[in-house]
Nanobody, 119 residues
Framework: QVQFVESGGGLVQPGGSLRLSCVAS????????MGWYRQAPGKQRELVAG???????IYTDSVKGRFTISRDNAKNTVSLQMDTLKPEDTAVYYC?????????????WGLGTQVTVSS
């Protein structure tokens, strides 16, 4: 059974930074693309950033230049460095394995980690 454990969220002021981490278990991690997704209150879950098994990356337009996704296959970990955070980045953030190239999520969701950007 695939499991994801996300961490690193919190409350931060606009312009601040956070680094999210996700540890995956129960899957052959290095075979799959990985994505960070987020869901804000009243909105659908959306892809924020993705990274292929080869290390190619993709970002939604609203976070380009501010967020950086990376992966460590030896540790089954995918990370999201978030800089210059804005109030509109407030959401619960989730990781998942992803179908490529559609970036739809493959597996069940973890609990996520809450990110709140507010002064």
């Amino acid at each position: 059974q695939v499991q994801f454990v996300e961490s690193g969220g919190g409350l931060v002021q606009p312009g601040g930074s956070l680094r999210l981490s996700c540890v995956a278990s129960g899957t052959i991690f290095n075979r799959y693309a990985m994505g960070w997704y987020r869901q804000a209150p009243g909105k659908q879950r959306e892809l924020v950033a993705g990274i292929t098994s080869a290390g190619a990356t993709i970002y939604t337009d609203s976070v380009k230049g501010r967020f950086t996704i990376s992966r460590d296959n030896a540790k089954n970990t995918v990370s999201l460095q978030m800089d210059t955070l804005k109030p509109e980045d407030t959401a619960v953030y989730y990781c998942n394995t992803a179908f490529y190239p559609s970036w739809g999520a493959r597996d069940s969701w973890g609990l996520g980690t809450q990110v709140t950007v507010s002064s």
